[in-house]
T-cell receptor, first 113, second 117 residues
Framework: GNSVTQMEGPVTLSEEAFLTINCTYT??????LFWYVQYPGEGLQLLLK?????DKGSNKGFEATYRKETTSFHLEKGSVQVSDSAVYFC????????????FGKGTRLSVIA | ETGVTQTPRHLVMGMTNKKSLKCEQH?????MYWYKQSAKKPLELMFV???????ENNSVPSRFSPECPNSSHLFLHLHTLQPEDSALYLC????????????????FGPGTRLTVL
């Protein structure tokens, strides 16, 4: 079946530090990959996505590259801000299988000034 | 931005109450979803509707009853819930995810925080 594994949190960084949140997946078929972000008290917002191998999704300074050979979609940002504090979810979707969207457990990021 | 709205944002109910959650999407999508987000657990898909037809029921107890009167509205009717049903309930929408092309992005509402006493 399909699954997503993300690094355990919480992750605490100082402002302007470099961020990496690891995400690996297993999937039957050819998945599309997503990162969603959930700010405190809010629902999930799409952060970025990639639909085929070697695609790079990017938004608000965040980037992730679809690596089919390593089945990974790691999230990176060169310089985090306090406002980036949130929970980040890696997710995949495929046309095959019964579950349209599969999420990782989420990684909580806290950025301190 | 969010084109998906949910009401109420917060709900407290007793185990014998009956209440409904409402979701509305303004994105022209034709698939809608209910998810449950509990503390320290992964997001759980509950129901999927495609063109108003239910295509997924992820082994959800019958005390949760979905209704999709049209492609823009989705309800979750609640009755005789248990305290362990307390969670954030998220609605999402997308284009038909079995349209033959790449699976489309799901857009989420802000959620309803439900507390069952």
């Amino acid at each position: 079946g399909n699954s997503v594994t993300q690094m355990e949190g919480p992750v605490t960084l100082s402002e302007e530090a470099f961020l990496t949140i690891n995400c690996t997946y297993t999937a039957t078929g050819y998945p599309s990959l997503f990162w969603y972000v959930q700010y405190p008290g809010e629902g999930l917002q799409l952060l970025l996505k990639a639909t085929k191998a070697d695609d790079k999704g990017s938004n608000k300074g965040f980037e992730a590259t679809y690596r089919k050979e390593t089945t990974s979609f790691h999230l990176e940002k060169g310089s985090v801000q306090v406002s980036d504090s949130a929970v980040y979810f890696c997710a995949l979707i495929t046309l095959s299988g019964n579950t349209p969207l599969v999420f990782g457990k989420g990684t909580r990021l806290s950025v301190i000034a | 931005e969010t084109g998906v709205t949910q009401t109420p944002r917060h709900l407290v109910m007793g185990m014998t109450n009956k209440k409904s959650l409402k979701c509305e999407q303004h994105l022209g999508h034709n698939a809608m979803y209910w998810y449950k987000q509990s503390a320290k657990k992964p997001l759980e898909l509950m129901f999927v509707y495609n063109f108003k037809e239910q295509t997924e029921n992820n082994s959800v107890p019958s005390r949760f009853s979905p209704e999709c009167p049209n492609s823009s509205h989705l309800f979750l009717h609640l009755h005789t819930l248990q305290p362990e049903d307390s969670a954030l309930y998220l609605c999402a929408s997308s284009q038909d995810h079995f349209a033959g092309g790449p699976p489309d992005t799901q857009y989420f509402g802000p959620g309803t925080r439900l507390t069952v006493l």
